[in-house]
C-alpha cells in the first residue's frame, strides 16, 4: 500500500498533560476488554501509552457507549 500524502503532528504525555481538558473515546464492543484493562488493570504504559496522560490541572474525560463500558465494574 502506497504511503498516503498527509502531514503528521507528534504530540507528548506532556503536551496533554498541560491541556485544559483530554477526552478519549471509545466505541463498539471490541474495545471492551481493552477498555477494562486500561482504566480497571494494573498499569502497564508500554501497553496502553494512554495511561500517561493525566492532566495536571485539566479535565480527563472518557465518552465510551454502553458496549464499550461493558466490562467495566465501577
Known amino acids: 500500500m502506497p504511503?498516503?500524502?498527509?502531514?503528521r503532528i507528534t504530540l507528548t504525555a506532556a503536551v496533554f498533560n498541560a491541556a485544559?481538558?483530554?477526552v478519549f473515546v471509545a466505541a463498539g464492543a471490541d474495545k471492551a476488554a481493552t477498555l477494562a484493562?486500561?482504566?480497571e488493570g494494573e498499569r502497564c504504559e508500554d501497553?496502553?501509552?494512554s495511561q500517561t496522560i493525566q492532566p495536571v490541572?485539566?479535565?480527563l474525560?472518557?465518552?465510551v457507549d454502553r458496549a464499550a463500558a461493558a466490562k467495566l465494574t465501577r
Do not use: E, I, Q
Not at 3 to 7: D, G, N, P
Open 37 to 39: 484493562r486500561r482504566v
Open 3 to 7: 504511503k498516503l500524502t498527509s502531514h
Open 47 to 49: 501497553l496502553y501509552p
Open 20 to 22: 485544559d481538558a483530554v
Open 57 to 59: 490541572r485539566g479535565d
Open 61 to 63: 474525560v472518557w465518552l
